[in-house]
């Protein structure tokens, strides 16, 4: 096959997805005709302000929640932050304790970070190896000074689900808000923050097939939090800034879209997740795959290649047309590899050998299949160059 | 992100492997820090006629064993003791900035093989100098170094 004249494999959707053309069509009128700002008081800006509306039923549809408790914001980033600086200052007075994870996205990690320079004190809670939070861990975290309990709904590198309505229950027992990270969840897991139990949740248009620079958080009405963003009145006050409207109209759109047929979708993109799974336990020796056996993201993958490095992995599967991720800290520029698998027992080792593949609403049977047949001959490759391998794992011997 | 040079070097790495009746073996880094080089050297009285290497690491780590082996092949044990890690980034082009530390492991194992070669021969060691894991290279993978 020849590799250069091949459409990329795009399995990195963790990463980021396309936008899909009934976003992009719902978003068209937006930045032209209805160009309007939500906020002038002329008819002419009903158009827009209409638009920023309907997106906002539609996030609060997907999530079992009110519009009106629904607040856009520029991203995942941005919801987050949000969140737990908001609730922390908005709480200062009862306390100055956060209970949050170990294997909690950065936007959160290095929020708590933050507030621990501002004086807070934070837990971070340890996973097991499956990457699973223990509500029982939570039980005991908590003090009388603990304001907030941030757990994400599912890890973004190994994908792992968490008990989050087992966790918010014992917040709750303890009269403490729950907080969220749903970025990676939303249209894979289904969400009902009534039934879950969710005070506040964040979330990312553009990990669902909208657009990048769109979020939301939602705040459950009564949840004391501080505004991040000050400046107009938009957002009912809550988050200043004139609305980005296009992207607010196409997050809408999509979470709708995401959130229609979850269980088919889940259903198509697990089978094909699973194949691969089976695929590349079965023809490459000394692998793991990382993350929880059942309990997982539909479209995560993410496996440990004893001797070899993530980053050269990358480099030689993006030669042969394959996109994909890896924790090991050579190819972030960060200085230690993945927070997440360290935190789930791997060796350094097992963490800078990591690979994660994450699938979308494009990929297909053949993609797989294709990965199948590439990635034994490139961990075979940089085995051959390794010192760590071991010559039964070496094979064959001689390139 | 890399240049194609870097980028071919690393696909199709020159001098991949181990030297059976080897006259120096150097090994640097570690598996927390996320690359290991390990090289091997044939002399001829003070001149290197084969040069092999197995590279732990990322793209950078494997380019740069290979071109350096490359370069010390036919070089004297002094000459070879000189060649700095600059040397091996020039030839190959160059290298984003937050990679040019994984650059440095070529240079160190060099040391390290031509100071097992000395030890064989039994003359003493000479002051590696090794910039590996003293703190300070922007690395950080090993959590004691942060």
């Known amino acids: 096959m020849n590799d250069l004249n ?68 520029a991203g995942g980033s941005e919801a987050d932050n949000w969140a737990v600086k908001g609730a922390a200052l908005a709480n200062r007075e009862r306390g100055d304790h956060i209970v949050t994870s170990a294997i909690e996205h950065h936007a959160v990690l290095h929020t708590c970070g933050w507030l621990e320079k501002q004086g807070f004190s934070v837990t971070y809670l340890p996973v097991d190896e499956f990457g699973r939070v223990d509500p029982g861990d939570v039980e005991e975290a908590i003090t009388d000074a603990t304001i907030l309990v941030s757990v994400m709904t599912a890890n973004n590198e190994i994908g792992t689900i968490q008990p989050v309505a087992a966790i918010a229950k014992v917040a709750h027992d303890h009269g403490v808000p729950f907080h969220t990270d749903a970025v990676q969840a939303i249209g894979a897991v289904p969400i009902d923050v009534e039934r879950m139990g969710i005070d506040l949740l964040s979330l990312s248009g553009h990990k669902f097939y909208g657009p990048k620079g769109t979020g939301a958080l939602y705040i459950r009405r009564g949840t004391r939090i501080e505004t991040l963003i000050h400046g107009g ?167 | 992100m890399y240049t194609e040079k870097v980028i071919a070097e690393f696909t199709n790495p020159e001098n991949v492997g181990e030297i059976a009746d080897t006259d120096g073996v150097g090994e640097v880094g570690s598996p927390t820090c996320g690359d290991i080089m390990k090289i091997y050297l044939k002399v001829e009285e003070d001149r290197i006629i084969d040069a092999r290497f197995r590279t732990f690491g990322c793209a950078t780590a494997i380019a740069s064993s290979s071109m350096a082996t490359r370069m010390i092949r036919g070089m004297t044990l002094s000459d070879a003791w000189e060649l700095s890690n600059a040397d091996v980034v020039d030839v190959l082009g160059s290298l984003p900035e937050a990679k040019v530390h994984c650059s440095v492991l070529a240079r160190d194992a060099i040391r390290a093989a031509i100071n097992d070669c000395r030890t064989r021969r039994g003359l003493e060691l000479r002051e590696t100098g090794s910039s590996r894991c003293g703190g300070g290279t922007g690395c950080g993978s090993c959590p004691e170094n942060g």
């Not at chain 1, 539909?298 to 991720?325: H, K, M, Q, T, W």
């Open chain 1, 233 to 399: 009145g938009q957002e009912r006050g809550r988050r200043a800034g004139t609305e980005n409207v296009p992207g607010i109209v196409g997050l809408g759109r999509a979470i709708e879209l995401a959130t229609a047929d979850i269980e088919v979708h889940n259903r198509r993109i697990a089978a094909m997740r699973d194949r691969l799974v089976r695929g590349v336990l079965g023809s490459i020796q000394d692998t793991r795959l990382n993350g929880h056996p059942t309990e997982r993201l539909p479209n995560n993958a993410n496996f440990s290649f004893r001797y070899v490095e993530g980053e050269s992995i990358l480099l030689l599967l993006d030669a042969r047309g394959i996109c994909a991720s890896t924790g090991s800290a050579c190819s972030s520029g960060s200085s230690e590899p993945s927070h997440v698998l360290l935190a789930t027992g791997l060796s350094h080792e097992e963490a800078h050998g990591s690979l994660r593949l994450t699938l979308g609403d494009a990929n297909t049977e053949e993609d797989v299949d294709y990965v199948l047949e590439v990635l034994p001959d490139v961990i075979g490759r940089l085995r051959r160059i390794s010192p760590l391998t071991p010559v039964r794992a070496r094979i064959p011997e001689v390139d």
């Open chain 1, 6 to 73: 091949r459409h990329p494999v795009y399995m990195d959707h963790a990463a980021t997805t396309f936008m899909k053309p009934e976003v992009m069509a719902a978003m068209a009128p937006y930045f032209s005709r209805y160009f309007g700002n939500p906020s002038s008081l002329y008819r002419f800006a009903c158009g827009s302000r209409n638009g920023v509306d309907g997106a906002r039923r539609q996030v609060a549809a997907a999530i079992g929640a009110n519009p009106e408790e629904v607040f856009f914001a």
